[in-house]
């Protein structure tokens, strides 16, 4: 039991090291600088490569899903998102999961 309370202490200690340490930065940094660009941009980057992972080579539940079905959800929530909720993120979130559960429950039907 105290190797799992000394695992979380350490995990602790590291989250809020890095909190600390951003906290500190921060008051040093100018959000118009090219550094601040630069992070935004790997954020944005990282995150279009997590969603491209799902959508293309999914793990889990979704591997049992077709991609047609996925790129469907995609294109909703995108469409949602931008154009009808002018950047709602909850009402991207929900349309997609909306989406792919009509889709499931169509084609459970059909099929079965």
Do not use: H, N
């Given at each position: 039991m105290s190797e799992y309370v000394l695992l979380v202490v350490a995990c602790g200690?590291?989250?809020?090291?890095?909190?600390?340490?951003g906290v500190a930065v921060s008051t040093r940094l100018s959000t118009d600088s090219e550094l601040f660009a630069w992070v935004g941009c790997v954020a944005f980057a990282m995150l279009a490569g997590l969603v491209s992972r799902i959508?293309?080579?999914?793990?889990?539940?979704l591997e049992q899903t077709s991609l047609w079905q996925r790129l469907?959800?995609?294109?909703?929530?995108?469409?949602?998102?931008?154009v009808i909720t002018k950047k709602s993120l909850i009402a991207g979130v929900l349309s997609s999961a909306g989406v792919m559960y009509l889709l499931l429950l169509i084609t459970a039907k059909s099929a079965g």
């Amino acid at each position: 039991m105290s190797e799992y309370v000394l695992l979380v202490v350490a995990c602790g200690a590291g989250t809020y090291l890095w909190r600390g340490l951003g906290v500190a930065v921060s008051t040093r940094l100018s959000t118009d600088s090219e550094l601040f660009a630069w992070v935004g941009c790997v954020a944005f980057a990282m995150l279009a490569g997590l969603v491209s992972r799902i959508v293309l080579f999914p793990s889990g539940a979704l591997e049992q899903t077709s991609l047609w079905q996925r790129l469907a959800a995609t294109v909703v929530s995108l469409v949602v998102y931008f154009v009808i909720t002018k950047k709602s993120l909850i009402a991207g979130v929900l349309s997609s999961a909306g989406v792919m559960y009509l889709l499931l429950l169509i084609t459970a039907k059909s099929a079965g």
